[in-house]
């Protein structure tokens, strides 16, 4: 892993623009950045986001590098995220999170300069399931990179001890109930950290990892009872997918993608040796991506 090439070097600023553009979810304004590049005029757009509380701005590397190489990009917040409004903060909701997709997708259709008819859809972590279940649900949309896409909420929830299980959705109850007061609000716990203090991701190293990246938020405890049932299939996904899976991944396993990928004909699935946050700034990652891109639209 450590002979992992890393994303270091920023395009010119020449060779793209970038505007900050806002949309409506639910009520709320999310933000995004979009990047439009000198040149094509009308380029193939990729609307971005990640997952796990993320902000846009850990994704502002990649963005950069997609418009320097000819992709316009539409980089977005999630509602209770970064620069977008929405509470609870940092709830990790996939009904909401696949609404603010749905409202960014549509923004992005309204935009000049670029080619809306050529829209692909780039998700990390649970944002990458997010956008498969948009992509289901929406023929429009020529392809699907998703990079170390949680498809089940398992990995996140139920892969601990029984009594930490327990803990975890009684946490999750506990919000449930103490965000209708009030004068108490939501119950957190930590995104990230070890596993005495209740975090959603018990795991030490991938919180050193997040924490290189921005600070750990606090989440909502309610998220352990909605991620535990969470699913997401390939089935109905007709668009060319590409997905990104780590080989020291956890949260997102590489087998797990394999295996469900292997009777969709239009899914590739592409190994590489790092960890779940590791990917997000990979340079193989991305020039293996631009290679399925220009592939589509080259």
Known sequence: MNSRARLVDRPSKFDYSRVTVTFDSGGDACTGWLYRPD????????????GLALPREVLRPLAERFAEAGYATFCFDYRGVGDSEGEPRGLLSPSRAVADWEEAVARVRELDGVDARSLVLWGHSLGGAHA??????????????????????????????????????????????????????????????????????????????????????DVPARSFLVLSGYQVSLDDVACPTLLVAGSYDDLAPADGLADEAADHPDATVLRVPATHLDLLDDEGTLDHTLVFLDGLFG
Do not use: C, E, H, N
């Open 132 to 217: 498969l279940s948009v992509a289901a649900d929406d023929p429009r949309i020529r392809a699907v990179v998703a990079v170390a896409p949680v498809l089940s909420g398992k990995s996140l929830v139920r892969a601990r001890p029984l009594p930490d299980v327990v803990k975890s959705l009684a946490a999750g109850v506990r919000d449930t109930v103490q965000s209708k007061l009030p004068r108490l609000g939501p119950y957190t716990v930590p995104l990230a950290g070890d596993d005495t203090d209740g975090a959603l991701v018990p795991d030490t190293s991938f919180r050193g990892a997040y924490r290189r990246l921005t600070s750990i938020p």
């Open 39 to 50: 040149r094509p005029t009308d380029a193939p757009v990729v609307v971005m986001a990640g």
